[in-house]
């Protein structure tokens, strides 16, 4: 399935780890810590709209909210799912990613900040085998804008390039950028 591209692309939230609840705990941490109510519901719509960049999703949830308040929402939440990062499942075994990376490159293009993506990627033990990180701090557009994937195939040299994800903005971005996609649960299935 994946032997025939040159280089793999993972996303990372939702596709290596499954970190969605963690996000927006950590959000409801940060709103709480700064005096602002996070309800159950919004926890919800939150999670629902996983895959867009956290000052979208705040946008979003809550207009009212400027931009330095979203910022210093935004390090809180980070440093909350930093710190609490072991707790959510890994949906990609690390071995797999090892395996891959012995006739394949990988890279990283994510909507997630790079303190989380490192995080992610140095409890995995992979970090070494990832050519590029694309983060939310690389990019002016956001997933479904394939900004991002474009900038990871023109530092891999490679669009012979499939990106691996977990939501539709995922998708949408592969198309865009003219390139293969496979949901994260069709890949799961080759392990499993």
């Given at each position: 399935?994946?032997?025939?591209?040159?280089?793999?692309?993972?996303?990372v939230d939702?596709?290596?780890?499954?970190?969605?609840?963690?996000?927006?705990?950590?959000?409801?941490?940060?709103?709480?810590?700064?005096?602002?109510?996070?309800?159950?519901?919004?926890?919800?719509?939150?999670?629902?709209?996983?895959?867009?960049?956290?000052?979208?999703?705040?946008?979003?949830?809550?207009?009212?909210?400027?931009?330095?308040?979203?910022?210093?929402?935004?390090?809180?939440?980070?440093?909350?799912?930093?710190?609490?990062?072991?707790?959510?499942?890994?949906?990609?075994?690390?071995?797999?990613?090892?395996?891959?990376?012995?006739?394949?490159?990988?890279?990283?293009?994510?909507?997630?900040?790079?303190?989380?993506?490192?995080?992610?990627?140095?409890?995995?033990?992979?970090?070494?085998?990832?050519?590029?990180?694309?983060?939310?701090?690389?990019?002016?557009?956001?997933?479904?804008?394939?900004?991002?994937?474009?900038?990871?195939?023109?530092?891999?040299?490679?669009?012979?390039?499939?990106?691996?994800?977990?939501?539709?903005y995922d998708?949408?971005?592969?198309?865009?950028?003219?390139?293969?996609?496979?949901?994260?649960?069709?890949?799961?299935?080759?392990?499993?």
């Open positions: 399935m994946l032997e025939k591209y040159k280089a793999i692309l993972w996303d939702g596709t290596l780890i499954d970190t969605k609840l963690l996000h927006a705990e950590g959000t409801k941490y940060a709103m709480k810590k700064l005096g602002f109510e996070f309800t159950e519901e919004d926890i919800k719509r939150y999670i629902s709209l996983e895959g867009l960049r956290f000052f979208e999703i705040m946008k979003i949830l809550r207009p009212e909210l400027d931009m330095d308040t979203l910022r210093t929402l935004r390090a809180i939440k980070n440093e909350y799912v930093t710190r609490h990062i072991d707790k959510a499942p890994l949906k990609v075994p690390p071995s797999f990613i090892k395996e891959l990376g012995k006739t394949q490159r990988q890279g990283i293009v994510s909507s997630s900040t790079r303190n989380v993506v490192n995080a992610v990627l140095e409890r995995m033990g992979v970090k070494n085998l990832m050519e590029v990180i694309i983060t939310a701090e690389d990019v002016e557009h956001g997933k479904p804008n394939p900004e991002g994937l474009l900038k990871a195939m023109e530092k891999l040299g490679e669009r012979d390039v499939v990106y691996i994800g977990d939501t539709e998708r949408e971005a592969s198309k865009r950028a003219g390139i293969d996609f496979i949901h994260i649960d069709e890949l799961v299935k080759l392990w499993r």
